[in-house]
């Protein structure tokens, strides 16, 4: 593998360096694209040892993730205080704004407790 301390890059102009990276581009897609198809004919040849086509392998995984519901999916917080103009809030995270203007007019929170 060159390093760019094994190539002169101060002696192309900016047209050979545009070149160059176009070049290069060029040539890492056209490896990228060659890994893929390796992958994929390895990965075939593996379905093919267990008796099973690529698509089905596909399909089995997909149909697993469809059956799977999501853990972490959370319900609604019940909100624990309202405002004035029936703002609510869970009383969970930052204090918001109408609050904290209500208690620095001298107001208690619990005022604003839903019951």
């Given at each position: 593998?060159?390093t760019?301390a094994?190539?002169d890059l101060?002696?192309?102009?900016?047209?050979?360096?545009?070149?160059?990276i176009?070049?290069?581009e060029?040539?890492?897609?056209?490896k990228a694209?060659?890994e893929?198809?390796?992958l994929?004919?390895?990965?075939?040849?593996?379905?093919?040892?267990?008796g099973?086509?690529l698509?089905?392998?596909?399909?089995?995984?997909s149909?697993k993730?469809?059956?799977?519901?999501r853990?972490?999916?959370?319900s609604?917080?019940?909100?624990?205080?309202?405002?004035?103009?029936?703002?609510?809030?869970?009383?969970r995270?930052?204090?918001?704004n109408?609050?904290v203007?209500?208690?620095a007019?001298g107001?208690k929170r619990?005022?604003f407790?839903?019951?």
């Amino acid at each position: 593998m060159a390093t760019s301390a094994s190539i002169d890059l101060d002696a192309f102009s900016a047209k050979q360096l545009t070149e160059l990276i176009q070049a290069a581009e060029k040539k890492r897609q056209e490896k990228a694209q060659n890994e893929r198809i390796a992958l994929l004919e390895e990965m075939t040849n593996r379905a093919q040892d267990l008796g099973l086509t690529l698509e089905e392998l596909v399909e089995t995984r997909s149909a697993k993730r469809a059956t799977k519901t999501r853990q972490d999916t959370r319900s609604k917080v019940a909100a624990k205080f309202r405002g004035p103009n029936g703002e609510e809030w869970t009383g969970r995270g930052r204090m918001p704004n109408w609050l904290v203007a209500q208690e620095a007019t001298g107001r208690k929170r619990d005022e604003f407790l839903i019951k």
